[in-house]
């Protein structure tokens, strides 16, 4: 139970209930779906870059709360950071989600999903945005799928 209680943590809980930056940006320069089948969770991201910098990001789509509230936090903490700052967060949430320790400090209210990692099958709920973010900031077309299977 405070396995539990600690995967729901109050932040996931308030962002998954209450996604930030969800909807359209009709204007972006990138669009990406991402699935994963494991879960079932679904999202399309919409980027605006302008000069290296991720100037606007967005998400639509549905799943359960993890991925629903990752893709909120994401999209929040990364407003505004450059292709390259991305890229490094995106590294460094991946390997702490794999379990590595000392990240937290940088990851800043992403580190609410720390339960998560307590629950593997449910990583990839957690890490489904980024890797839309980081197949759409590559300018792939594609569909992402957390599985290579793609159905
Ligand atoms: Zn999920």
Redesign the pocket.
């Known amino acids: 139970m405070s396995e539990l209680r600690e995967l729901y943590q109050e932040v996931i809980i308030d962002h998954g209930r209450h996604p930030r930056n969800f909807g359209k940006l009709d204007h972006a320069h990138y669009h990406q779906e991402g699935f994963?089948p494991?879960?079932?969770?679904k999202i399309i991201l919409h980027v605006c870059e302008k000069e290296g910098l991720v100037t606007d990001l967005k998400f639509e789509g549905h799943?359960?709360a993890?991925?629903m509230a990752s893709a909120s936090l994401m999209t929040e903490y990364l407003k505004g950071k450059s292709k390259a700052e991305i890229q490094e967060l995106f590294n460094l949430f991946h390997q702490w989600m794999m379990g590595a320790e000392g990240q937290q400090d940088k990851l800043g209210k992403l580190a609410a999903l720390g339960g998560v990692r307590e629950f593997p099958t449910?990583i990839?709920?957690a890490t489904?945005a980024w890797h839309t973010l980081k197949a759409a900031l590559k300018g792939e077309t594609q569909r992402v799928s957390t599985e290579r299977d793609t159905t």
Do not use: M
């Open positions: 994963n494991l879960c079932g969770d799943g359960c993890i991925s449910r990839k709920c489904l």
